[in-house]
């Protein structure tokens, strides 16, 4: 039964690493926006027409 | 690319592909496609140039109209100054700058999709990323290849024109601060579930087979994971109760803080010396629990500011005249004695002297001067006004943050924060109750000890501490204030916090804005009925009321909007009873029933009239309602069954008879009240007092808001500027404000409610607890079943109520 003691070693290192985790992401901005990125997912990576060019100033 | 040709149709049935909107007066087609406007074909052209045309397949007709919106071409040109620029960024380096905007007109998926694709308009543009909640795009661009003039430029020429005004270079807004409560969340549950994971064997017999060698490790284990709980979680609650212990008070986290510290040394000295298995998984969920509570508290609108002063009304710019050219400063740099132009549509930015034009401004917003008011040459202008009509030329006479309504701001109640009265139902309990625990457990602890059992009458005084701890009291409150304030968000009554219902509930003044809030200035009608005017009547009776200063007149005044006057030969007004002149020997009346000899015969009802008449002839006469807002009256008559009324106006004493026919007598009205007028008269009623709340809605309201227990801003659109306020309420709900108000009375017994059942549960808890039967695992049954309970109850019931009451469409 002495292997529970690893176990639990392994359990803790395991949820404290998700902690670690969430504190990073949490602290990079995460989660201060959670309804765009739903609507980003949506969108379309469609190839344009004129995409080959070299992008030009149109608009001055 | 397709021609431009322009079609006059005289029945609009094309809908804009643009913007959507019908297109009521003519109709532009481009590339087989319609517009209702100039503004909306050149964002497609724009977009159609640069391929973005997928813009209008994620929405259908997703821009927004901007009208045949001829802007001057100049006006970002301070955008060019290196001062506001480094004011208004985020971020640059060499290469990069960073700037947020933000853009009120995002409200669709296509925005995100051209907004965050702005690089393919501009090669300049390294990337776009909006934030869709709060209406925020954050752009970086490469430094040498587009100014942040150009930058602004381009997006107002795709339709999204960033909202920038004076606060927005005043100060950046700091991070919000509940990121710390996410924090300590996370950290106490992660604690709380490996403790629960490390207790569990010690609440059953099969545990035993593990040995003593496992059972040491686990306690240990907890007492590792509880030191995270005690000494960071925890913290909030030792400041404040040690706070409110330095204030000779006693606030809800005392008996808290009094239980966690009882809790955590019995359970390392139960663990260290008796060798016992301790209550650290009990603390670890308590905190778990409470935080929740706190969290869920906090609930918070992010496209809404409940801070603003007048620097989030002003624009960041003025047109200021240098040697006959015009030339565009930030308005931080207008001094006193500059001349400046204000066009039609634009803010007066600071007090000056009317040089040139005709001035015609409406303070509506401001002082709540219902109708714009005319100024002539050499008077003075106070600034926050709108410029109706020409060009202005005027000169600064005031720095803009010392005139006569920015001043407010200097007033003694800004300076301080608002107190914010410890008097909510939880502190005035938990003083009683601590008391009470503390006598009993005191008294379990001499008898016990009379008895000759001290070792027991020490545990059954910590059992006491321990098992009372007020989880289930603390979350009554939290849940339900919580429940009521996201009832009250889908209401469209938004408040700033969760105390705000507390000071609702105990409010009995209730003190009415009238321009603006009670009354919405652009509702004003005014209807001729009668024979048809000729242009030249419609002059005459221009010229009239352009000489008068009364409301009505101003109101006719207004109603002939581009007319041009005729010059009168003479004219006389007759306070109060109406006008007479005379023009090409003729005499012309304006007025009263009585003045002008009209019969009473077939009149309407609920309005003023004003009779026009030609030597003693009535031509007809003219309807004028006040633009009351919808259901007014209710509100003011249901209002004023429990609770003093009051009215403040910045507006002339002429509705005085008008308003007290429609809210009936009794209400005290008081009227030519200047900002600082209203400030005074909230501050006397307080200091006779009353629990005041302030509805209103201008930045001359600002100080009562302020001042005022609870200050409610009435906005038509929440994202709209609204000054400093507890709550901001959609112009659209105002006839809800009594059921608002009855709401959180009832919020308040719910709460009451609550506490008796969580006082159930600590009697059950006490009545063990003296006799020293309490263990771990009966803390650790007792504690999350009282805590969720009270939370289903609170929530059931605030959610139920509100469904019965009207202010929710379904219970969840």
Known sequence: MEVIFILIAISLILAGSFLYLFFRAMKDGQFDDNHTPAIRILFENKQSKIDKKVPTNKIK | MGKVSKIYTPIAKANCYHCGESCVDEVLHFDEKEFCCSGCKLVYEVLNENDLCAYYEIAEAPGTSLGNSKAKDNRFDYLDDQEIIDRLIDFQNDSEVHITFTIPLIHCASCIWLLENLQKLHSGVVSGRVDFIKKKVQVKYSKGQISLKELVQLLS?????????????????????????????????????????????????????????????????????????????????????????????????????????????????????????????????????????????????????????????????????????????????????????????????????????????????????????????????????????????????????????????????????????????????????????????????????????????????????????????????????????????????????????????????????????????????????????????????????????????????????????????????????????????????????????????????????????????????????????????????????????????????????????????GISMNFNQGPSDKLAYIKRLNNKGANTMMVGDGLNDAGALRESHVGIAVTDKVTNFSPASDAIMDASVISKLPAFLDFAKTSRSIIKASFGLSFTYNAVGVYFAVQGLVSPVFCAILMPISSISVVIFTTITTNYLAYKRGLKDKIW
């Not at chain 2, 991070?175 to 106490?188: D, E, G, M, Q, S």
């Not at chain 2, 001094?335 to 401004?361: F, H, M, Q, T």
């Not at chain 2, 006719?556 to 007004?573: A, R």
Request: aromatic letters at 12%; proline letters at 3%.
């Open chain 2, 157 to 665: 020429r795709i339709g999204y024109e960033p909202s920038l005004n004076l606060a927005d270079i005043d100060k950046k807004n700091a991070l919000p601060t509940n990121r710390k409560l996410i924090f300590k969340l996370a950290v106490a549950g992660f604690c709380f579930g490996n403790m629960m994971l490390f207790s569990l064997p010690e609440y059953f017999a099969e545990a035993e087979l593990l040995g003593q060698g496992f059972k040491k490790t686990f306690n240990y284990l907890n007492v590792l994971l509880s030191l995270p709980v005690f000494f960071y979680v925890a913290t909030d609650y030792y400041k404040s109760a040690w706070l409110s212990l330095k204030n000779t008070a006693v606030n809800m986290d005392v008996p808290i803080a009094l239980g966690i510290v009882t809790l955590f040394f019995y359970s390392l000295y139960d663990i260290f010396f008796l060798g016992n298995e301790g209550y650290m998984d009990t603390l670890g969920g308590l905190l778990f629990f409470l935080l929740i509570g706190k969290y869920y508290q906090q609930k918070t609108y992010d496209t809404l500011s409940f801070d603003r002063d007048y620097k989030s009304y002003f624009p960041v710019a003025v047109t200021k005249l240098v040697k006959n050219e015009e030339e565009v400063i930030p308005l931080i740099k207008l001094k006193v004695g500059d001349i400046i132009r204000v066009r039609n549509e634009e803010l007066i930015p600071a007090d000056s002297i009317l040089l040139d034009g005709d001035a015609y401004i409406d303070y509506s917003f401001v002082t709540g001067e219902e109708v714009p008011v005319a100024k002539k040459q050499g008077e003075l202008i106070y600034s926050g006004g709108r410029q109706k009509g020409t060009v202005l030329t005027l000169t600064v006479q005031k720095s803009p943050s010392q005139g006569y309504l920015t001043d407010l701001w200097n007033n003694e109640s800004f300076e301080k924060e608002k107190v914010n009265s410890l008097e909510n139902l939880a502190n005035k309990v938990s003083g009683k109750f601590t008391m009470v625990v503390l006598l009993i457990a005191i008294s379990a602890l001499i008898y016990w000890v009379l008895q000759g059992q001290v070792s027991l009458g020490v545990l059954t005084f910590t059992s006491v501490l321990i098992i009372t701890c007020p989880c289930a009291l603390a979350m009554s409150t939290p849940f339900t204030l919580g429940n009521t304030l996201r009832v009250f968000g889908k209401g469209k009554f938004y408040l700033k916090n969760s105390q705000t219902i507390e000071k609702i509930a105990k409010v009995d003044t209730v003190i009415f804005d009238k321009t603006g809030t009670l009354t919405d200035p652009n509702k004003a009608k005014v209807k001729y009925i009668g024979e048809l005017l000729s242009d030249e009547s419609k002059q005459i009776i221009k010229a009239m009321v352009m000489h008068s200063t009364h409301a009505l007149s101003n109101r006719i005044n207004s109603y002939l909007d581009k007319i041009t006057p005729v010059q009168l030969q003479s004219i006389d007004e007759t306070q109060g009873k109406g006008l007479v002149c005379q023009y090409k020997s003729q005499e012309f009346r304006l007025g009263s029933m009585e003045f002008v000899g009209a019969s009473s015969n077939g009149l309407p009802e609920g309005g003023n009239l004003v009779f026009f008449a030609v030597e003693d002839y009535v031509l007809g006469y003219f309807f004028i309602q006040s633009g009351l807002r919808e259901g007014i009256q209710n509100v003011v008559s249901e209002v004023r069954q429990e609770r003093a009324v009051h009215l403040l106006s910045g507006d002339q004493d002429h509705e005085r008879v008008n308003l007290n026919n429609i809210f009936g007598e």
